[in-house]
């Protein structure tokens, strides 16, 4: 409920409730006052009234006993409300009732022991804190048992003495209860302004909860955001890469087309050379052409790259993807690190040439930025491993180096977005997770196996096609 919804009654329903474990705590502390006090009353017995002092013995160890079983009553759980209310009342009644009885049996009007019932009428207020209205219902009881034991207890009756006494009684029922009704009245406003800022608390604990749930869901989606800006600028640069290499491409043929066209006449001319100089001629010739033929390679690699189709999964060379990626890579290898190939040159994968060489770039450049950090020692040489197997299931490629290795707390990081181990302006943390999206594309996948300090191995696994 909402500090804006709160109503009186809500919070007297509410009260009701508070108000009803106290009277069963107090009524209960009442009758342990009652078993604890009635009996050394005796005492007072065998003064006032000697020759019924055995007789009153007997009613105050039986209001003791009865005191008792009230007091165990309350303490059992179960009750209804009602119930409980009903018992909280037996507290008084049972000492009221045996004090008027021996009020009767003491001569009714001229007995002393009204006095007892003013004791009780002080309980009221003092102990349980009555409210008005209990406190009304239990100086009734009491003064009709008072009045009836007067009464019932002489052959003549002297109202005045019996007005007397109920006047006094009244007077102690006016201050007690006048008294009790501004302490209850404090108690609840108190009550009623714990009741309205343990009510603002919840729906502040509420509303912080939902804030919190709110912020958490703003700040994922903000994350999102942020990714998909990342991914959109680095798409973005890779579309504008590609848009200059088809340019670059487009100028480039011309004067590879000239060069070629030149190597070829220079061949033809090849005769008008001195003898003793058609070697050197022909080497330089060939020279020429073989860096030609690298341009052109290059060319055509970087022309698969801006190919507008780059969806269609077809059957690819493994061999050729491979040699592709190492011609990009080449500057970057050059004296620093071993490749070993041990695939077969006619395995075949069902993907996508264009992605799969991107596979190729990202593992490899992965595996030779990490050698760069480990001392290699006792002759070992930076080197990387590419491996084909055929297996019945699966054609599978894999990349190894005798790296540095991934330690474990990264291993199971790696392929997510924007997840890198590298310093900042080295890497965006998109390499593998792209990896990663082009293999489940080719319905295939990338797993990771390494040891740190000692290597790391890549295993791609395409299914075999029927």
């Given at each position: 409920?909402?500090v804006?919804?709160?109503?009186?009654?809500?919070i007297?329903?509410?009260?009701?409730?508070?108000?009803?474990?106290?009277?069963?705590?107090?009524?209960?502390?009442a009758?342990?006052?009652?078993?604890?006090?009635m009996?050394?009353?005796?005492?007072?017995?065998?003064?006032?009234?000697?020759?019924?002092?055995?007789?009153?013995f007997?009613?105050?160890?039986l209001?003791?006993?009865?005191?008792?079983?009230?007091?165990?009553?309350?303490?059992?759980?179960?009750?209804?409300?009602?119930?409980?209310?009903?018992l909280c009342?037996?507290?008084?009644?049972?000492p009221?009732?045996?004090i008027?009885?021996m009020?009767?049996?003491?001569?009714?009007?001229?007995?002393?022991?009204?006095?007892?019932?003013?004791?009780?009428?002080l309980?009221?207020?003092?102990?349980?804190?009555?409210?008005?209205?209990?406190?009304?219902?239990?100086?009734?009881?009491?003064l009709?048992?008072?009045v009836?034991?007067?009464v019932?207890?002489?052959?003549?009756v002297?109202?005045?003495w019996?007005?007397?006494?109920?006047?006094?009684?009244?007077?102690?029922?006016a201050?007690?209860?006048?008294?009790?009704?501004?302490?209850?009245?404090?108690?609840?406003?108190?009550?009623?302004?714990?009741?309205?800022?343990?009510?603002?608390?919840?729906?502040?604990?509420?509303?912080?909860?939902?804030?919190?749930?709110?912020?958490?869901e703003l700040?994922?989606?903000?994350q999102?955001?942020?990714?998909?800006?990342?991914?959109?600028?680095?798409?973005?640069?890779?579309?504008?890469?590609?848009?200059?290499?088809?340019?670059?491409?487009?100028e480039?043929n011309?004067?590879?087309?000239?060069?070629?066209?030149?190597?070829?006449?220079?061949?033809?001319?090849?005769?008008?050379v001195?003898?003793?100089?058609?070697?050197?001629?022909n080497?330089?010739?060939?020279?020429?052409?073989d860096?030609?033929?690298?341009?052109?390679?290059?060319?055509?690699?970087?022309?698969?790259f801006?190919?507008?189709?780059t969806d269609n999964?077809?059957?690819v060379?493994?061999?050729?993807?491979?040699a592709?990626?190492?011609?990009?890579?080449?500057?970057?290898?050059?004296?620093?690190?071993?490749?070993?190939?041990?695939?077969?040159?006619?395995q075949i994968v069902?993907?996508?040439?264009?992605?799969?060489?991107?596979?190729?770039?990202?593992?490899?450049?992965?595996?030779?930025?990490?050698?760069?950090?480990?001392?290699?020692?006792?002759?070992e040489?930076?080197?990387i491993?590419?491996?084909?197997?055929d297996?019945?299931?699966?054609?599978?490629?894999?990349?190894?180096?005798?790296?540095p290795?991934?330690?474990?707390?990264?291993?199971?990081?790696?392929f997510?977005?924007?997840?890198?181990?590298?310093?900042?302006?080295?890497?965006?943390?998109?390499?593998l997770s792209i990896?990663?999206r082009i293999?489940?594309?080719?319905?295939?996948?990338?797993?990771?196996?390494?040891?740190?300090?000692?290597?790391?191995?890549?295993?791609?696994?395409?299914?075999?096609?029927?």
């Amino acid at each position: 409920m909402s500090v804006e919804t709160l109503n009186p009654k809500a919070i007297r329903d509410a009260y009701t409730k508070y108000t009803l474990a106290d009277s069963i705590r107090n009524s209960r502390v009442a009758c342990a006052l009652v078993v604890l006090l009635m009996p050394p009353g005796y005492l007072m017995d065998v003064n006032v009234y000697p020759e019924l002092a055995g007789y009153f013995f007997k009613l105050r160890l039986l209001t003791s006993a009865c005191a008792a079983m009230v007091y165990f009553a309350l303490g059992r759980s179960g009750w209804s409300n009602t119930q409980y209310r009903i018992l909280c009342t037996g507290w008084y009644v049972i000492p009221a009732f045996f004090i008027s009885w021996m009020i009767f049996a003491g001569g009714g009007v001229v007995s002393s022991y009204y006095a007892g019932l003013n004791l009780v009428i002080l309980a009221v207020s003092s102990v349980i804190q009555a409210t008005l209205k209990e406190s009304i219902v239990a100086v009734s009881i009491i003064l009709t048992m008072y009045v009836s034991a007067c009464v019932l207890g002489a052959s003549s009756v002297e109202w005045k003495w019996v007005a007397n006494n109920s006047f006094f009684m009244l007077c102690t029922v006016a201050i007690v209860v006048t008294g009790n009704y501004f302490y209850n009245r404090l108690r609840f406003r108190e009550f009623s302004l714990r009741y309205e800022l343990d009510a603002s608390r919840k729906e502040l604990e509420v509303n912080n909860a939902t804030l919190d749930r709110q912020n958490k869901e703003l700040a994922d989606t903000i994350q999102k955001l942020t990714e998909a800006e990342s991914q959109l600028v680095q798409s973005e640069k890779m579309a504008s890469l590609g848009r200059m290499s088809a340019g670059i491409i487009h100028e480039i043929n011309n004067p590879l087309n000239f060069a070629t066209t030149g190597i070829f006449t220079l061949k033809k001319k090849a005769r008008h050379v001195a003898t003793e100089q058609q070697e050197e001629y022909n080497e330089i010739l060939k020279d020429v052409e073989d860096g030609i033929t690298r341009v052109k390679n290059i060319v055509s690699d970087l022309r698969m790259f801006t190919h507008p189709n780059t969806d269609n999964l077809d059957q690819v060379n493994a061999a050729e993807v491979v040699a592709s990626a190492l011609r990009f890579l080449s500057n970057e290898m050059k004296d620093k690190v071993t490749i070993e190939q041990t695939f077969a040159a006619t395995q075949i994968v069902h993907a996508n040439k264009n992605k799969l060489i991107h596979v190729f770039v990202n593992l490899i450049q992965n595996s030779l930025d990490a050698m760069k950090d480990k001392p290699f020692v006792n002759g070992e040489k930076p080197t990387i491993w590419i491996e084909g197997r055929d297996e019945p299931a699966a054609s599978c490629l894999i990349v190894r180096d005798n790296g540095p290795g991934i330690s474990s707390e990264h291993v199971d990081k790696i392929f997510d977005p924007f997840y890198t181990t590298k310093d900042v302006g080295e890497g965006m943390g998109l390499g593998l997770s792209i990896c990663y999206r082009i293999m489940q594309e080719c319905k295939g996948k990338i797993t990771v196996r390494t040891e740190p300090g000692k290597f790391c191995e890549f295993t791609l696994e395409f299914p075999k096609q029927p």
